[in-house]
């Protein structure tokens, strides 16, 4: 339980990460949060020689929101995100997401660029912005790219990320006005992975649903988007059929692993209730 030898860094710009981050080249590691990478660390799964800690760069941190789109920086805490008043009106199921995440000790540390930057299957907001449709910014030796969440996650911990790069925020246009919304989480205690979960959004008009979005956690090496199961829900009033159908979707995609939070078809079922949980709050909520 005690980490390999490595040295350690504390840039205050993201040109100064960035050039850290080159010189270590592969032996090298970003720090943020710190809880997916530092117990990897003690059980010597991970071995970084250069550890570079973006707690001190002033322009990784900060919310905001510019013409409806709302830029969440990736050094942004989950109580920072549970805290705005910002996020609260244009985007709340971040803050319901959010609050779900492990304990408050743990969400006044970890970051959301952390969360969604390390391809953790387990971890619940890379399901949600790509619910969201988010898009990652990311910096490196040749400068900034965008990459779209829902193309981000190609396998357990493995992303497009390329060697020298890090996230650096998160773009998210924000849904429309009166847009109903839920984060649907199984787990078997508080502070745990999901068994499964499930990000619903969707807008209604006239009783029919206008759009929806679905994606699922921790049924799979990486987060689903479950594009089938929202246009099962477009043009319709939520029926039973609609519902079921969406459900239905949703289940046949997830490939979830057998282990202590159940066998690999439990955890398929619980997706789709939780999926199921998710429409029925998120219509109670549109407007």
């Given at each position: 339980?005690?980490?390999?030898?490595?040295?350690?860094?504390?840039?205050?710009?993201?040109?100064?990460?960035?050039?850290?981050?080159?010189?270590?080249?592969?032996d090298?590691?970003v720090?943020?949060?710190?809880?997916?990478?530092i117990?990897m660390m003690?059980?010597?799964?991970a071995?970084?020689?250069t550890?570079?800690?973006?707690?001190?760069?002033?322009?990784?941190?900060?919310?905001?929101?510019?013409?409806?789109?709302?830029?969440?920086?990736?050094?942004?805490?989950?109580?920072?995100?549970?805290?705005?008043?910002?996020?609260?009106?244009?985007?709340?199921?971040?803050?319901?997401?959010?609050?779900?995440?492990?304990?408050?000790?743990?969400?006044?540390?970890?970051?959301i660029?952390?969360?969604v930057?390390?391809?953790?299957?387990?971890n619940?907001?890379?399901?949600?912005?790509?619910?969201?449709?988010?898009?990652?910014?990311?910096?490196?030796?040749?400068?900034?790219?965008?990459?779209?969440a829902?193309?981000?996650?190609?396998a357990?911990?493995?992303t497009a990320?390329?060697?020298?790069?890090?996230?650096?925020?998160?773009?998210?246009e924000?849904?429309?006005?009166?847009?109903?919304?839920?984060?649907?989480?199984?787990?078997?205690?508080?502070?745990?992975?999901?068994t499964a979960?499930?990000?619903v959004?969707?807008?209604?008009?006239?009783?029919?649903?206008?759009?929806?979005?679905?994606?699922?956690?921790n049924?799979?090496d990486?987060?689903?988007?479950?594009?089938a199961?929202?246009?099962?829900?477009?043009?319709?009033?939520?029926?039973?059929?609609?519902?079921?159908?969406?459900?239905?979707?949703?289940?046949?995609?997830?490939?979830?692993?057998?282990?202590?939070?159940?066998?690999?078809?439990?955890?398929?079922?619980?997706a789709?209730?939780?999926?199921?949980?998710?429409?029925?709050?998120?219509?109670?909520?549109?407007r």
């Amino acid at each position: 339980m005690i980490p390999g030898a490595f040295d350690y860094h504390r840039p205050s710009t993201v040109a100064e990460a960035l050039s850290l981050l080159a010189e270590a080249g592969e032996d090298g590691r970003v720090l943020a949060g710190g809880h997916s990478l530092i117990p990897m660390m003690k059980l010597r799964m991970a071995l970084p020689e250069t550890l570079i800690d973006l707690r001190h760069i002033g322009e990784l941190k900060g919310i905001d929101e510019a013409d409806g789109t709302l830029t969440i920086r990736a050094m942004t805490t989950q109580a920072e995100v549970i805290d705005s008043g910002l996020l609260a009106e244009y985007c709340p199921i971040l803050r319901e997401t959010a609050l779900q995440i492990a304990d408050p000790q743990i969400r006044n540390l970890g970051t959301i660029g952390g969360n969604v930057a390390n391809g953790d299957p387990g971890n619940d907001m890379p399901a949600l912005m790509q619910a969201l449709d988010a898009v990652y910014v990311l910096a490196g030796p040749n400068g900034s790219r965008e990459v779209a969440a829902r193309d981000f996650y190609e396998a357990a911990y493995f992303t497009a990320l390329d060697a020298g790069e890090m996230l650096t925020a998160i773009r998210i246009e924000a849904p429309p006005k009166g847009h109903g919304y839920a984060y649907e989480k199984q787990k078997r205690k508080i502070g745990d992975y999901a068994t499964a979960a499930a990000a619903v959004i969707l807008t209604m008009s006239g009783g029919k649903c206008d759009s929806a979005s679905i994606a699922l956690t921790n049924v799979a090496d990486t987060p689903l988007y479950a594009e089938a199961a929202g246009a099962a829900l477009v043009g319709t009033e939520l029926d039973a059929d609609a519902v079921n159908a969406a459900v239905a979707a949703a289940e046949s995609i997830c490939q979830p692993a057998e282990d202590g939070r159940g066998p690999a078809d439990f955890r398929t079922r619980i997706a789709g209730q939780m999926v199921r949980r998710g429409i029925a709050r998120a219509a109670s909520r549109a407007r």
